[in-house]
């Protein structure tokens, strides 16, 4: 069992920065694709960013190319996202989600953090 404990969420004003963080409480962390997914009421979670076990490929919603980043530092099991010119439609509730090797696939997901943007 993996658990995922997000932090760094907050109210921000548009064109404002936050920083997520992801804390896993394994150390086979480094073996485990990451992502951030994204909620807002009445809506499907979406992928916002994804990155490789060893960090080296990423990829990112259409809509965040280009002022969010995702990055992991395995030693300590951790994984970020830097948002920077946040607007009002990146207001959600954002989510980590850890899927690992094996069959069936381990998927763990934390608790989310909420993230506003008034307009």
């Known amino acids: 069992q993996v658990q995922l404990v997000e932090s760094g969420g907050g109210l921000v004003q548009p064109g404002g920065s936050l920083r997520l963080s992801c804390a896993a409480s394994?150390?086979?962390?480094?073996?485990?694709?990451m992502g951030w997914y994204r909620q807002t009421p009445g809506k499907q979670r979406e992928l916002v960013a994804g990155?490789?076990?060893?960090?080296?490929?990423?990829n990112y919603a259409d809509s965040v190319k280009g002022r969010f980043t995702v990055s992991r530092d395995n030693a300590k099991n951790t994984v970020y996202l830097q948002m920077n010119s946040l607007k009002p439609e990146d207001t959600a509730v954002y989510y980590c989600?850890?899927?690992?090797?094996?069959?069936?696939?381990?998927?763990?997901w934390g608790q989310g953090t909420q993230v506003t943007v008034p307009s």
């Open positions: 989600n850890a899927v690992g090797l094996g069959i069936p696939t381990p998927v763990y």
């Open positions: 990155i490789s076990s060893g960090g080296g490929t990423t």
């Open positions: 394994r150390s086979i962390f480094s073996s485990y694709v």
